[in-house]
C-alpha cells in the first residue's frame, strides 16, 4: 500500500527566508505526487504535481518541489517566505486502485509559520 | 470558472439524526471523491464516483454511511444514525477523470459536521 509521511508537525520560518517542507513516500510503480494548501476554513487548494519529467517542479504562489527518487522524497521548497504562506500542508501520492479512482493518500500535514 | 461547491457549509446536528452532504463538482468532471477530515485520522478516503457508478464503496467507514450520485453531476453524503465521531470536515474533489490518473483532483471547501 502507498503511504506518505511529513515528518514535521510545524515549521516556524521568519519572513524573506527560504522555506522546505518535507515529504517521503513509499509507493510500488511510479509515483505520482501532490502539494495541497489548506488555509482555515477552506478547501484543499492545488499547489503543484510531479508525474514525470523534471525533478523540480514549479507550483502557484512561487511554490517549487524537488522529486528525489533516491531519497523517496518530494520536498516542498519556496526561496521567501511570505507571511500569507501560513497554511497547513499536505503532501498526497495517487493510490494504485483502480476501483477507488486512484484517488490520493495524505500525508499527516504540516503547519507551516511564518513570522514577520 | 466555477470551482467545486459544497453545502451546507456547516451542520451541526444532535447525535441520533441523520444528515445529508451536498457536492456539486466542476462541470464535466467525470470523476467524483469524497474524503473525511478529523484531528484523530487526517485525511481519509471515503468514497469514489465515476459518472454514476462507485466500484468501490470499502472506505465508507461504517454501514450509516451512503453516497449516491445522479446525472453525473451532484453527490450526496448521506450519514444515518449520527454518532459522535461522526464529527469532521467532509471534503469533496472532482477531477475530470478523461486523462486518466495523472489528473488534478480539485476540492470543495468542505462541510464542517459537528454532532452533539
Known amino acids: 500500500a502507498q503511504s506518505v509521511a511529513q515528518p514535521e508537525d510545524q515549521v516556524n520560518v521568519a519572513e524573506g527566508n527560504p522555506l522546505t517542507v518535507k515529504c517521503t513516500y513509499s509507493v510500488s510503480g511510479n509515483p505520482y505526487l501532490f502539494w495541497y494548501v489548506q488555509y482555515p476554513n477552506r478547501g484543499l487548494q492545488f499547489l503543484l504535481k510531479y508525474i514525470t519529467g523534471d525533478n523540480l517542479v514549479k507550483g502557484s504562489y512561487g511554490f517549487e518541489a524537488e522529486f528525489n527518487k533516491s531519497q523517496t522524497s518530494f520536498h516542498l521548497k519556496k526561496p521567501s517566505a511570505l507571511v500569507s504562506d501560513s497554511a497547513l500542508y499536505f503532501c498526497a501520492v495517487r493510490d494504485m486502485n483502480n476501483n477507488a479512482g486512484n484517488m490520493l493518500t495524505f500525508g499527516g500535514g504540516t503547519r507551516l509559520m511564518v513570522k514577520p | 470558472g466555477a470551482g467545486v461547491s459544497q453545502s451546507p457549509s456547516n451542520k451541526v446536528t444532535e447525535k441520533g439524526k441523520d444528515v445529508e452532504l451536498r457536492c456539486d463538482p466542476i462541470s464535466g468532471h467525470t470523476a467524483l471523491y469524497w474524503y473525511r477530515q478529523s484531528l484523530g485520522q487526517g485525511l481519509e478516503f471515503l468514497i469514489y464516483?465515476?459518472?454514476?457508478?462507485?466500484?468501490?464503496k470499502s472506505g465508507l467507514p461504517s454501514d450509516r454511511f451512503s453516497a449516491e450520485r445522479t446525472g453525473g453531476s451532484v453527490s450526496t453524503l448521506t450519514i444515518q444514525r449520527t454518532q459522535q465521531e461522526d464529527s469532521a470536515v467532509y471534503l469533496c474533489?472532482?477531477?475530470?477523470?478523461?486523462?486518466?490518473?495523472?489528473?488534478?483532483?480539485?476540492f470543495g471547501p468542505g462541510t464542517r459536521l459537528t454532532v452533539l
Open positions: 464516483f465515476q459518472g454514476n457508478s462507485a466500484p468501490d
Open positions: 474533489a472532482s477531477r475530470d477523470g478523461l486523462a486518466g490518473a495523472t489528473d488534478t483532483q480539485y
